[in-house]
Nanobody, 123 residues
Framework: VQLQASGGGLVQAGGSLRLSCAAS????????MGWFRQAPGKEREWIAA????????YYADSVKGRVAISRDNAKNTVYLQMNSLKPEDTAVYYC?????????????????WGQGTQVTVSS
């Protein structure tokens, strides 16, 4: 499975971005997909996940109410809509796929990763 993330960029505080993550490969069968982010000097942080079969969504408290994760089954693509962006949202954002049963918030439960897309929020 290959994951290709896109949609990052430079945005002013208060602005919005939509990240996309397209999956390819014959063995694409996720239980869940998630988004993480990593700021310079910080650990990778889970921010959202979606159970692929049902569309049930989960969010970290740090972003709840400002982001929305969704998926398009036909396109094997997961999205992260981010609104009311803050400078502290600046990070490299990664999408990830988990084949394990359950929805997890730790990186080690995800077995495929996209390459990351930079999001920079200016004040």
């Amino acid at each position: 499975v290959q994951l290709q993330a896109s949609g990052g960029g430079l945005v002013q505080a208060g602005g919005s971005l939509r990240l996309s993550c397209a999956a390819s490969g014959r063995t694409f069968s996720p239980y869940a997909m998630g988004w993480f982010r990593q700021a310079p000097g910080k650990e990778r942080e889970w921010i959202a996940a979606i159970r692929w079969s049902t569309g049930t969504t989960y969010y970290a408290d740090s972003v709840k109410g400002r982001v929305a994760i969704s998926r398009d089954n036909a396109k094997n693509t997961v999205y992260l809509q981010m609104n009311s962006l803050k400078p502290e949202d600046t990070a490299v954002y990664y999408c990830a796929l988990s084949s394990s049963i359950g929805v997890f918030t730790t990186a080690n439960k995800y077995n495929y990763w996209g390459q990351g897309t930079q999001v920079t929020v200016s004040s």
